[in-house]
């Protein structure tokens, strides 16, 4: 099976799983780990539903382990079989390396391939990444993001260029986002693609 995993989005859909699981028992949707749930498939008879799953929490846990991950880095990953393609951005140039020795460890995994790109160092863009983040981490109405253990809006800037990858609760939470960017006058662009994952309520018990 070949899926491509966003790691802040299979975060909130893990948890959003997990709630939803005590009301009822169901088979989790096909997933893509920011993980969200798109990404092209083929069949490998060799990797069991149950034994990728695990596998992608594995590697979903190896990602967010990593001290260095933060809010300026968006990585991903393809599982094709037992061999992992590490995919995002990040800031940190000792980070991709990091996160491929960690992945290689996670048990069942066979092979690790790394295409994590490293953005160029540039002071205009680091100016820009901390706007950005004060922006929406520091604004009331998006101010429950911050609070969340694993930051769940990523910022990628590159070139002046701002893309926004994970998950927020609502549409409008959303176009917040892209609103509170584009007043920073140095922000070239914004892509937006913030998923809409509303949080699920634990079921009431009945008595």
């Known amino acids: 099976m070949i899926r491509a995993y966003s790691v802040a989005l299979s975060v909130m859909l893990a948890m959003a799983w997990a709630v939803a699981a005590e009301a009822q028992a169901a088979q989790p949707p096909a997933a893509n780990s920011n993980l969200s749930t798109s990404g092209s498939q083929s069949s490998n008879p060799a990797v069991s539903p149950e034994v990728q799953a695990k596998l992608v929490d594995g590697i979903r846990h190896a990602i967010l382990m990593q001290p260095y991950y933060g809010v300026f880095d968006n990585l991903g990953f393809t599982l094709e079989g037992r061999t992992v393609i590490l995919t995002g951005q990040v800031v940190n140039p000792t980070l991709p390396l ?110």
Do not use: H, W
């Open 98 to 207: 990091d996160v491929e020795r960690s992945v290689k460890k996670v048990e069942g995994v066979e092979k690790v391939i790394n295409k994590i790109e490293v953005l160029p160092p540039s002071p205009m863009d680091a100016r820009i990444r901390e706007q950005v983040r004060q922006k929406i981490y520091g604004y009331g109405p998006l101010f429950k993001y911050a609070n969340m253990p694993n930051p769940p809006i990523r910022i990628i800037v590159k070139n002046a260029r701002v893309t926004l990858d994970g998950v927020v609760d609502t549409e409008t939470d959303k176009n917040l986002c892209t609103m509170r960017v584009n007043q920073i006058s140095s922000v070239l662009s914004v892509t937006n693609n913030l998923a809409v994952v509303p949080p699920i309520s634990k079921p009431s018990k009945s008595k």
